[in-house]
């Protein structure tokens, strides 16, 4: 090819005329030069002809690498232009409602390097009074201090921080963090529990579900209605003033799937600041403390003695002369000194009637009773501050007495809530639960829909005729069954003047929707109550509030009271003389 | 001819590359405004967030009740008495021809009726 050009330009390898030897030979010679010229420029060319393909190849490679292939090391503008989700490294929490109750916020730390820090004193003065919580002498330390790194403080405002910025001092940095807050704050305390700085759980439902609120994107939703839980918080503390009680405790239970709608223990104190709360505000009273919770056992009583067959409601008992067993005398508190039937001993709550009741069923019957009720367990809520019941390790007959009127066993107020709305619901048992589930829980049939309608007459006749009256909440058909136990002191032995003061009620009794529990540690008895400190007369008014004022939110239709249907549903041969 | 080919390819050439060059731009442009939407995106759901926390905050039940005794003195809460059923509820009076003279008359009349005639209809 190149030497076709080569002829086209007028060069020629042929000679043109004839010629000389000396001609052929010069010609020869130069005919061999021209040729070696010819071959090492054909080479030249074919090397640099190589060497270009080479490089395009290469080009072209690099080409496809960097349109077609992606690689590592390249930029993600992709990522950041395909649209993003704001994310937290802790779920929220909801009530039932949907009202937020725990949720993570970007909040914007200041720290410093004091080495940066050119005059620490101005700057200290500076910036104490933008940060009007620290003393100027501590900032002052913290800013002359030899280190890298120093919190200066934590958790600032959007305001301190645009005027910090507007300082302009160098060797101050801004660090945002997530941290934990509970917005409703006092409010379900106990339920919620709190987290640490680290935003890990540390105790209530924060602790127990770490996982799932570190692993889901979506809110927890409680069974707890803020609302509710307000009123019963409300009505509590207030009772709690009225009778200078140095406790209180409350529970509203939905009777027929155990689902928690109110959970108090009061004293609280603020997750937000969960530090600087007094230890005693972090016990836990309604899952956690275990009482000797006393008569508000009987219901459980009455049922093994129905459920049993041993009893019906015609029974009868000699409470005329106190019990007396082992070394102990068994006497009533509001003694009648005759024969009484199974409704007088429940309004009477007579401790001899109780007694003889649960001789007749036994102190095997008995145990697996309360088993069956989960009362010898710790409660399956879902809260790590769960109280292990204290019952005897062998149950002697003095047991099987005491435990039949409440005592010689402490439980939890949960316990008590969840078992009082198996006896009522028609006798099927749910474990409480703290968390709103869409499917209707399983439960354990625990007694007869004969025996469970026994029980919620007696309860309610206990409202008319017995120690419930104030509880009383017209139209919702109140039930229930007050519980008066003195304390037993660290020493031993039970305490003269520190009772709890519980009442446990179910309602409308007719159809039991929801039970309410409440319990006052230690009241005292003032003029209103003739100074007296009973269950009947400081927790039961509670129950009353709490039912009136949560009724309506619970969607409870109230029922005219003298309604004849509902108040044959509920008919009872009441005792002759019905004045305690 | 050959020369108009040559020519036609340089002038493809040149739009190919210049067209090419347009939308590398354009779309580099729309990128950096596509991050910025989405960083804005980010930022409003901040702000929501917060605002969600806030509304929480002021929705406090005791700060709502506290609201209410002091703003709404003639509100109380409701007792059992106020709710009827459905059925207890008197039936609606029929419609009499009203004149707006006899407005008036007719609606004292009515509101007697009802209490009067009240579920016997």
Known sequence: MILSHWKKLGYTTKPVKRMTLSD????????????????????????TGALMALAFTGIGFRMIDVMALSNVSEPKTRNISQSQNLTFDRAPIVDRTGMLVATTVKTVSLAADPRKIMDPQDSAEKLGQILTDIPVAKLYKMLSRKAKFVWVDRRITPTQQQKINALGIPGLEFRTQESRVYPQGNLMAHVLGYTNVDNKGISGLEKSFEETLTSQGEALRLSIDGRVQHIVRDEVQKAMTEFQAIGGSAIVLDANNGQVVSMVSLPDFDPNQPGKASVESHF??????????????????????????????SSSYDASKPIRIARFTINDYHGKNRVLSLPEVFIYSSNIGSAKMAEAFGAGYQKDFLQKIGMLSPSPVELPEVGRPQYPKTWRPINMVTISYGHGIAVSPMHVAAGVASMVNGGTHYQPSLIMQDTKPKGTRVISARSSKAIRKLMRANNIAGSGKKSNAIGYFVGGKTGTADKVKATGGYADRARISSYVAAFPMHKPKYVVYVMLDEPKGNKKTFGYATGGWVAAPIIKQ???????????????????????ELALKLPQDSHT | MRMTIIVCWVIGFIIAASGLFYVTLQVEALEDKLVNLNRQIIKEQENIH???????????????????????????????????????????????KVTPSSATVTNTTQATSISHNGGTE
Do not use: C, H
Request: charged share 20%; net charge neutral.
């Open chain 1, 284 to 313: 836990n009273r309604t899952t956690l403390g275990v009482y000797e919770l006393g008569s508000t056992f009987k219901i459980f009583n009455s049922a093994m003695a129905l459920e049993s067959g041993t009893a019906n409601m």
């Open chain 1, 24 to 47: 052929l030979k010069r010609q020869a010679t130069l005919q061999g030069q021209q040729t070696e010229a010819l071959e090492t420029g054909r080479t030249r060319l074919m090397i």
């Open chain 2, 50 to 96: 917060m605002l969600q926390a806030e509304w929480s905050y002021f929705n406090r039940p005791d700060r709502i009740q506290k609201l209410t005794e002091n703003l709404l003195p003639q509100m109380q809460p409701v007792e059992a008495r106020q709710f009827v059923s459905f059925q207890t509820l008197p039936f609606r009076i029929e419609d009499e």
């Open chain 1, 546 to 568: 709490i039912v009136t004022r949560a009724a309506p939110i619970l969607g409870v239709t109230p029922i005219d009271p003298t309604s004849e249907e509902v108040n044959r």
